[in-house]
C-alpha cells in the first residue's frame, strides 16, 4: 500500500511540473495601448530566474517554441512575445503586429522598444524574479543592447543573437550604447556576420562583454538554439558557459 501511495505521488508531481512546462499564452498591454500577445513557458519554480525572449525580424514569438522548453529545463522560466515588427513563423502569427496595424501604429524596428519594456515590467510585476536576463535575435537583439545600457537596475544580463547597427535609436548608434553597458552581455551571430557586431562589441567595457562564433558557419538570430540548425551543440554549449557565470 505504501509503494502505491509512494508511486501515485510520484506520477502526479510528474504530470505537475509538466504541466507548469507548457505554454500559456497571455496578453498585455504596451504603454502606448497595444496589445502584446505572448507565450509563458514556467517551470515548477516561480521564484527561478526568468529570460524574456525577443525574436528577429518577420517573425513571432513562434521562434521560440523549441528554445523555450530547454531554457525551462536549464532551470530558466521564460516569456517568448509578439513585437509589433514582424509577421509570424513556425506556424504562429504574430498578434502584437495585427493590433499595431489595425491601430495605424508604426511597425518599423525601433517601435519595437514599447513592447520589449511592457514584457519586463510584466514579468516583474508577476513574478519579480531575483534574476532577469532578455534574450534578442536580430534587430531585437540591438533593441536589447540598448535595454542594457537604459536599465541595469532592472535587467541583469544579456544575449544577444545576431545584433549590429541596423538602425539609429533615439539618434544614437548600438555602439553609444554599448560603451554604456555595465552588465554581462553575450554576443554571437553566424560566422560571416563577425563584422556586424564586433565594432559594437569593442565598446562593451571589457569585464562585461562576451563573444562567441561558430566552428561551423552557424545562421542569424537565436535560431543558432534549434536542434536542426549545425553547430547548435555549440551556441548552447557557450550559452549555458555564460548563464552559469551570473
Sequence with gaps: MKQ??????????????????????????SSDNITITGDLYLTSNLN????????????SRGEYIETAPKFNKLGFNCLAIDQRSGKGVNDIPNETNKDASKKGLSTKYPDAMPDLEAAIKYVEENYKPKKLIILGSSYS???????????PDKIDAVLAFSP????????????????????????TSAK?????????????????GTGYLPEVEGIHGSRALWGKIEGNEGYWKAVK??????
Design 48 to 59: 527561478a530566474p526568468f529570460i524574456i525572449l525577443f525574436h528577429q525580424a518577420g517573425y
Design 4 to 29: 502505491s501511495i509512494l508511486f501515485l505521488a510520484a506520477v502526479l508531481l510528474s504530470v505537475t511540473i509538466h504541466a507548469q512546462a507548457e505554454k500559456k499564452e497571455i496578453k498585455f498591454n
Design 141 to 151: 537583439s540591438s533593441l536589447s543592447l540598448v535595454l542594457a545600457a537604459k536599465y
Design 241 to 246: 558557459g555564460f548563464l552559469n557565470k551570473l
Design 192 to 208: 560571416s556576420e563577425e563584422h556586424m557586431w564586433k565594432p559594437i562589441f569593442e565598446k562593451i567595457p571589457e569585464v562585461y
Design 164 to 187: 549590429g547597427e541596423y538602425f539609429l535609436f533615439e539618434d544614437k548608434k548600438m555602439e553609444e550604447y554599448a560603451s554604456k553597458i555595465k552588465i554581462p552581455v553575450f554576443l
